[in-house]
């Protein structure tokens, strides 16, 4: 550091830190489902079964949502989002979502509030309010006010506040007014006094506000002193709208006069028209659409989330089953193709996919060949839970599989397939399959679940859905989606820097650094790091026409440790009367 000696103004310079490349989280989640309440169309974060009830409700029946969470959470999972699908869309007939609601009327008969559910759904149909208004307390005047005057002296300023509609009355007259600033005891009004007010009369001034309150079952939310003035610190609008988790409300605005603005008073009233918009699911509303910021929705609004990894769509096959916009099992495919392709665009996803319930092996095969990708895997069969009262049910596998493949990354890697995992949460399976049914579609790339005697019900297959052998097996894919992924974001810095041979010397340093350590990790294959990877920025990748245009080019090689799929031991019997003429 320079020595400072006088008054002025010292350089000191200091060495700019490049933060090193760091792996990032992976397997985390994004399950699209039917729920009974809770957003639309954007992923939120759930850590547990119980955090889910909370924000969307008690699991639907129809649905497989609620059984692939529990799967997923049994099985190791502790993070994942949830992102509720149903119709907000459709053309003249078609049921679409829609929020229960109420229009409140102020006491001049004209409306005054629009109350509705947070989100749509029947469930808010079940919602109840009560509101109740009137004066809270009152005080006095204690300075004679002329006519026209818009100030006041009071005894005390309890529960006048900006905003806070007052009645200032006395035996022959009354004025309605908001308060518009509070100085000690000097109070602010506007309109203006249409005529004087004296003190010794005696004149009262009373806050006037309103309480209300939101049932729905056992919850009930509160909200008191609520003022219709946008200047209150206990404006509704604001109010209700940062504070319950039940109901929204818009100001109307009406032009009544203020002794008549207050809503009229409910009790135990209930919002209607909510609807839950899942009787015309189309395959359109999974797949959703970008138009930019603030104005996507379904899997194709899945761009600003960079936590998610993962798409399971449990209720794709619920929707396949009971909506009137599913025909054929070409809608599910529709789907899935575009899951797949969203997966391919953002490099750094993987879809976990359901096979059509009740299908056999063929049928299995049959649906495995329509795709061909690496950033998706099948699982099949379906599996058996048990659910309340002991009733089996079966479910698709795919929230299981999710809860394993995020607990493996967390306990041993990206690096490390997914496979020979004891699957928890189930007792049974849809279908066995036979060694040869199990070969033929481990070959084809369908993972299967089967069952051991001793070791329980496991995941055996580890395939994508590729045909190309170098991206054959689930976690090689997800491996070099995570690192791909961590170098992109880790060297942001280096956009606009000098194109330089210093920066190709930082880059590649900064890139062997986090090869190296995933190698210690055991994620590369090699006994050397030669052999485990290599990094090359040169002049040779970097030409003079690239540098021209602009750009940086690093080739980087890895060896991904690839999982053990067939173990042969080569037995041999050795006569006994070989044995005796070695003997001899």
């Not at 509030?113 to 109840?128: H, I, K, M």
């Not at 005047?141 to 506040?161: I, M, N």
């Not at 004149?203 to 056992?218: G, I, Q």
């Not at 606009?496 to 890139?511: G, I």
Request: with cysteine; glycine share 8%; hydrophobic share 40%.
């Amino acid at each position: 550091m320079a020595e400072v000696r006088a008054p002025g103004v010292y350089y000191q310079p200091s060495e700019q830190r490049i933060p090193p490349l760091e792996l990032r989280e992976t397997g985390r989640p994004v399950f699209f489902g039917i729920t009974r309440r809770g957003p639309l169309d954007r992923p939120v974060r759930v850590t547990s079964m119980d955090r889910f009830v909370e924000l969307f409700g008690e699991p639907l029946l129809e649905g497989y949502l609620g059984a692939s969470l529990r799967g997923f959470f049994d099985n190791g999972g502790e993070t994942c989002f949830v992102q509720r699908v149903a119709r907000l869309e459709g053309a003249p007939g078609e049921a679409v979502a829609l929020a229960a609601g109420r229009t409140l009327l102020d006491r001049a008969g004209q409306p005054t509030l629009r109350l509705s559910a947070q989100d749509p759904g029947t469930w808010g149909n079940e919602l109840r309010v009560t509101l109740r208004a009137g004066a809270r307390n009152q005080t006095f005047l204690t300075r004679d006010a002329d006519g026209g005057a818009e100030v006041l002296q009071v005894k005390s300023t309890h529960a006048l506040t900006v905003g806070t509609l007052v009645r200032v009355h006395d035996a022959d007259a009354e004025h309605w007014a908001a308060v518009t600033r509070v100085d000690g005891k000097v109070v602010q009004i506007s309109p203006p006094l249409g005529r004087r007010f004296a003190s010794a009369a005696p004149t009262y001034v009373e806050p006037h506000a309103f309480d209300l309150e939101v049932r729905w079952f056992e919850k009930v939310e509160r909200f008191e002193q609520l003022s219709l003035f946008g200047a209150s610190p206990t404006y509704v609008e604001r109010v209700l709208n940062e504070r319950s988790r039940l109901v929204r409300v818009q100001a109307l605005r009406p032009d009544s006069p203020p002794s008549l603005c207050l809503p009229m008073e409910l009790l135990d009233a209930a919002l209607d028209g909510g609807a839950d918009g899942l009787e015309d699911l189309g395959p359109e509303d999974f797949i959703g659409h970008d138009h930019g910021p603030g104005a996507r929705r379904g899997i194709e609004g899945l761009v600003d989330e960079a936590d998610i990894d993962l798409l399971v769509l449990p209720d794709l096959m619920a929707a396949f089953e009971r909506s009137r916009r599913f025909h054929t099992l070409r809608d599910v495919e529709v789907v899935q193709d575009a899951a797949i392709a969203h997966c391919e665009r953002s490099r750094c996803r993987f879809a976990v996919l359901d096979l059509p319930p009740g299908c056999d092996h063929e049928e299995a095969l049959r649906w495995r060949r329509q795709y061909d990708s690496a950033h998706a895997a099948l699982y099949y069969p379906w599996v058996v839970v048990l659910e309340g009262g002991g009733r089996r049910r079966t479910v698709p596998p795919s929230g299981h599989i999710a809860g394993i493949i995020a607990r493996s990354d967390r306990d041993h890697g990206v690096h490390k397939a997914p496979a020979n995992e004891v699957v928890e949460g189930i007792v049974d399976l849809d279908m066995l399959l036979q060694d040869a049914h199990l070969a033929r579609l481990n070959d084809a790339g369908v993972n299967c679940l089967r069952p051991f005697a001793a070791r329980g019900l496991r995941v055996w297959g580890a395939r994508t859905a590729s045909s190309d052998p170098e991206w054959r097996y689930v976690n090689v894919r997800r491996t070099v989606s995570t690192i791909a992924a961590d170098i992109e974001e880790g060297t942001q810095w280096a956009v606009f820097e000098p194109n330089d041979r210093r920066l190709w010397k930082r880059l590649t340093r900064l890139v062997v650094a986090y090869l190296a350590q995933l190698r210690e990790r055991g994620m590369l294959a090699g006994e050397t790091p030669e052999q485990a990877f290599f990094v090359q920025c040169d002049a040779e990748t970097n030409p003079p026409d690239s540098i021209d245009r602009g750009m940086l080019v690093a080739r980087i090689g890895l060896a991904v440790t690839r999982p053990v799929e067939f173990i042969v031991f080569r037995l041999s019997q050795r006569l006994e009367d070989q044995a005796q003429d070695e003997e001899e």
